[in-house]
């Protein structure tokens, strides 16, 4: 079918800056919009930014200005830069993906299992 791989999470001190990856493969004919969530310990997930295939983007208020989102097409990628990170971003993020496959053409939504970002000094 459709495989989500997210890469690079981990422990970042207040200030510091990582950059998420999440590579969809499978049975792919095109990829609609990407995005990233996140889900704190005791909270709901959250939109954090997303991205069309015309790359248009937005963006969770509390994340505007410090992260941003962005796609390679031809790798099927989707990254999140993620700068001047704080102890409330910490929180399992989540890759999402929606796109047509090539099997049957439908439409589909696929999440990833998610990669642990932690924010402490």
């Known amino acids: 079918q459709v495989q989500l791989v997210e890469s690079g999470g981990g422990l970042v001190q207040p200030g510091g800056s990582l950059r998420l990856s999440c590579t969809a493969s499978?049975?792919?004919?095109?990829?609609?919009?990407m995005g990233w969530y996140r889900q704190a310990p005791g909270k709901e997930r959250e939109l954090v930014a997303r991205i069309t295939s015309g790359d248009i983007t937005n963006y969770a208020d509390s994340v505007k200005g410090r992260f941003t989102i962005s796609r390679n097409n031809a790798k099927n990628t989707v990254y999140l830069q993620m700068s001047s990170l704080k102890p409330e971003d910490t929180a399992v993020y989540y890759c999402?993906?929606?796109?047509?496959?090539?099997?049957?053409?439908?439409?589909?939504?696929?999440w990833g299992k998610g990669t642990l970002v932690t924010v402490s000094s």
């Open positions: 999402n993906v929606d796109l047509i496959n090539s099997r049957d053409y439908k439409a589909m939504d696929y």
């Open positions: 499978g049975y792919i004919f095109s990829i609609n919009n």
